[in-house]
């Protein structure tokens, strides 16, 4: 029996070959294991070399120096040492957050108003885009921070986040930007955009789980207030003996997102368009988020009159999802589709079909057809 299709990218993406292969070479005493804060000997001098050269490769993705990266655990973590530390940082103030937020803002916006910092969520149109006017509209005098993610995880739609950057630069007002979903499908130029810090995640762009960055603009004042404290690593911002295969898998898998966004996305995109045509005729069928301005990688669908949850145990040729991996153990329809306005009975019918590198045509043409066989069946049996 073959295995289902992989088309959940936008939870996970594979590690890419290249990227293992540097991995396995920061493991063993034959290579550089050590520890990087290590001064005293060769080993922790060429493990540190080996982070370093990593954070340059993450921050030439985003524009930015080596400097102004900070290794995280995670897009979770960054999340959470921006929100949390640049309100902490303020004392008091405003946050302004869009609603479809992944949870690790969402969740970090709520715990910080519980401790009594006030807070804005923006709700986006019925694409899921958060305008610049509704931002504009929501800084106070005592707004400290703006936070709006380039790309959502479920519906795939852009944010216009230079445009969102330039009026929160004007104002005074920290921009926090978690771009997990944009990196190696859009262009990120954190100095282009007046982004202030960034979330991203290595294993959303073919590195490994476990390892991200927070990058906080050289300059930016107030800094961040450190969430773990310990030996004073990444600048006081993040203490912890760094993973120095993790930092180079990111490293890796950074310099080769930014070699393929030439071509790379183009391609996802033309088989993302080939699996929407192969299925847009079927009945009831529609497409949530932005129709245009939207990542290469998602197709979020809503099959009108189906049971998502049944539907999504009937494609087992499949492995898709209703919507982010973190919500989609509750019956609860998407947080996010509910925001765009989609009526609960449709968003209970929506599954994310999402795309990535080793997509190949054989594998839509597969998802085509399957997906009009079981939603034909699906069909017959509850007329
Ligand atoms: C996956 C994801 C995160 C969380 O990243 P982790 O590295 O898994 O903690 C945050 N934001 C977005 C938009 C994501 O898709």
Redesign the pocket.
């Known amino acids: 029996m073959r295995k289902p299709v992989y088309l959940d990218y ?3 993406t594979p590690v890419d070959p290249a990227v293992a292969e540097r991995m396995a070479e920061c493991l063993t005493l034959e290579g550089r294991f050590a520890n990087p804060a290590s001064r005293s000997h060769l080993y922790g001098w060429q493990a540190e070399e080996a982070v370093e050269l990593a954070r340059l490769q993450v921050a030439e993705l985003i524009n930015a120096e080596g400097r102004e990266l900070v290794w ?8 959470n040492l921006a929100l949390k530390g640049m309100m902490q940082a303020s004392g008091s103030g405003h946050l302004v957050v869009s609603a479809i ?5 969402l969740d970090a916006a709520d715990w910080l108003e519980k401790q009594g910092y006030a807070v804005t969520r923006l709700t986006p149109d019925s694409t899921g885009q958060i305008s610049v006017d509704s931002v504009a509209a929501a800084l106070r005098d005592d707004t400290r921070l703006v936070s709006i ?1 380039q ?3 479920e519906v795939g739609t852009l944010n216009d986040v230079a445009a969102i950057g330039a009026l929160c630069r004007d104002r005074g007002v920290a921009f926090h930007v ?4 944009a990196a190696g499908r859009v262009a990120i130029d954190v100095q282009a955009m007046n982004i202030d810090l960034l ?1 991203l ?4 762009m073919y590195g490994p ?4 960055v927070l990058y906080v603009r050289r300059g930016l004042s107030p800094r961040p207030a450190a969430q773990i404290h310990g030996g004073g690593h990444e600048q006081g911002l993040r203490s912890g003996t760094l993973a120095t295969h993790q930092c180079v898998g990111m490293g890796a898998a950074a310099e080769l997102a930014r070699q393929r966004l030439v071509n790379e996305p183009a391609a996802i995109a033309a088989l993302r368009d080939r699996l929407w045509d192969g299925i847009r005729d079927l009945p009831g069928v529609r497409l949530n988020g932005h129709p245009e301005y939207r990542s290469c990688s998602h197709l979020n669908v809503g099959f009108a009159g189906q049971d998502g949850e049944t539907l999504l145990m009937a494609l087992r040729e499949l492995a898709v999802s209703t919507g ?3 919500t989609s153990a509750t019956l609860e329809p998407s947080f996010v589709l509910r925001a765009m306005g989609v009526p609960d009975a449709l968003a209970h019918s929506s599954l994310r079909f999402s795309l990535g590198r080793f997509t190949t045509e054989e594998e839509i043409d597969h998802a085509i057809g399957h997906v009009c066989q079981v939603v034909t069946s699906l069909s017959q049996a509850t007329a």
């Open positions: 936008a939870a996970t995280t655990s995670g897009a979770t973590e960054s999340d937020e992944h949870k690790a803002v993610m790309v959502n995880n978690d771009a997990v979903q979330s995640s290595a294993h959303k789980k476990g390892i991200g982010s991996a973190c």
